[in-house]
């Protein structure tokens, strides 16, 4: 469910819609009733719509405003509001959510819903169809015109910056170029740069004092990848809002799986990915990387749940 909830939908035409009233036939959010217990129950009537995506403050928090590009952690209750039955809780099992608030990375009913809100608020948002899904989601037994009803409890933001132990690169590594921000931007070569990597490696730019990551955590990171030395820039995600993905379960390229697992939050890692480690003959179509090509990236370890 989790992957669901955070699948990227950049390919979607869909818009962010505004706070806004429900369907007259209902009394919009005013009809849910939330229980009182550690892991609460949201009841929803059959057949409750909304034609705007709407959101109510049950409780507010006293921690800071969330703005566009927060990445934030969130328990949730989700109700289907045509069947009025919950698909999904993450109170059960008392593992927050990670959510980047940027339309192109989650739901935009979530961008709607939660942006503005404070941090320790309850809050409870109804998703219109055109801020859902977008198409049907057989496993969960929603339809693309259903309401969706999610109670979020927001419980933090997620750092922006890494902080720690500065760390010197070892000479043969490129130098990695900070832009104004003291953001990684690039690497650039020098006279003893290696020429020939045969083998993956991470190094510690800054040694963070957080917890060790685990297999199968979702990471929040920022980062910058590149062709080695000092190709293409091929990714980046400073220029627009932190990215969340699982680590240790093999939906990333080895290097990252390999090398990210073990590494403490709070650190800025430089990992180096020989092809074979990489995307080896089948890179991604369009995105400036060649067959076999040796990857270069700068990663800042947010966080991780």
Request: aromatic share 6%; glycine share 10%.
């Given at each position: ?30 009809a ?10 949201v ?11 709407e ?48 339309k ?15 941090v ?11 801020d ?25 933001k ?40 045969t083998k ?5 730019v ?26 293409e ?13 699982q ?59």
């Amino acid at each position: 469910m989790r992957r669901i909830l955070i699948a990227a939908v950049a390919a979607s035409s869909l818009i962010l819609a505004g706070c806004g009233g429900s369907d007259s036939g209902n009394d919009g959010l005013d009809a849910i009733k939330v229980s009182s217990a550690k892991s609460p129950k949201v009841t929803v009537a059959k057949g409750y719509t909304a034609t705007k995506t709407e959101s109510k403050v049950l409780k507010a928090g006293g921690g800071d405003k969330l703005a566009s590009g927060d990445a934030v952690k969130v328990n949730y209750v989700a109700v289907n509001g045509r069947t009025g039955k919950q698909f999904d809780s993450s109170f059960k099992t008392e593992k927050p959510l990670t959510l980047t608030l940027d339309k192109n990375a989650v739901l935009p009913g979530f961008v709607a819903g939660l942006e503005g809100q404070t941090v320790g608020s309850r809050v409870l948002v109804a998703i219109s169809p055109k801020d859902g899904f977008g198409q049907d989601q057989d496993q969960l037994d929603i339809k693309k015109d259903d309401t969706m009803v999610f109670l979020f409890d927001i419980v933090s933001k997620v750092p922006t910056e890494v902080t720690g132990t500065a760390k010197k690169l070892p000479a043969d590594v490129p130098k990695l170029v900070l832009d104004d921000d003291k953001h990684p931007s690039k690497f650039t070569k020098t006279s003893k740069t290696a020429k020939k990597i045969t083998k993956e490696s991470a190094h510690i730019v800054i040694q963070g004092d957080g917890a060790e990551i685990t297999e199968g955590q979702t990471l929040t990171a920022q980062y910058v990848g590149q062709v080695y030395p000092d190709g293409e820039i091929f990714d980046e995600s400073w220029s627009s809002s932190s990215r969340s993905f699982q680590v240790g379960a093999g939906q990333l390229i080895k290097c990252w799986d390999d090398q990210l697992v073990g590494q403490k939050l709070g650190s800025r890692v430089v990992l180096i990915c020989p092809g074979d480690k990489a995307y080896g003959d089948s890179p991604p179509a369009g995105s400036k990387i060649g067959k076999d090509d040796t990857l270069i990236f700068a990663i800042d370890l947010l966080d991780a749940s």
